[in-house]
């Protein structure tokens, strides 16, 4: 009985001591003395002191509530990821996975399995979507590599996979259909440019970029069937 008494102070005091934490991250939150990252930090030692409270009492939602303003104002209303990849804000978003990461009970039942995939959709991923499927030219693969590599490890995993799915493959893949290996070789789309824009993907792609072979194939067997020397 002694120590059971003695767990439940001891679990009255984390508990307390949790509260206190977070009233404090909310009134810097809230009065803008606490940066982007100062934020991150805070909730980190919140969920790594207190564990288990800060599952039980679901932080993870005051968590959201701090970051996404916050990072929202950091990317900017008229961020170009193309021209600008931002990896220091990537870094510094990384930072909250340490407190969004936890497992335990959300006041909102509808949010996705993993919250960071919450907190990036807006100020990140959307922005990221829109530049690679209405700006980006997929006979340049620099810009969207950049962009892509640098926040990688920032993104949740299904995040960056919905970016190659409904962004980089349609755009490589229209590419291929508009290419014509007949063309003179000043031509955007002529033969020898082909694995320049192309093979810069496998490290990421991989076997996704399997159907786009035979198109190729069936292009370059065309072309040399047409070609006569001059």
Known sequence: LVENMEEARSAAASVAELLADAEACEAAA???KASFLDL?????RMAETHPEAYKTHGLRDLALSHAFPKLTKLMGANWDPLTDPKPEAAKATRAWRRCLTV???????ARPADPTALLVSEPVAHPIRAALVTRWDPRDPEPALRVLEAWDATLPRAVVDD????????????AVEAWDPTLSAGSQKNASSAHVWLFPWLPRLGESLQSLWAPIRHKLARATQEW???
């Open 228 to 230: 006569h020397p001059s």
């Open 40 to 44: 991150a930090e805070a909730h980190a």
């Open 103 to 109: 497992s335990g009970p959300s006041r909102d039942k």
């Open 30 to 32: 809230g009065n803008n």
């Open 163 to 174: 970016l190659h799915a409904s962004a980089v493959l349609p755009k490589l893949r229209r």
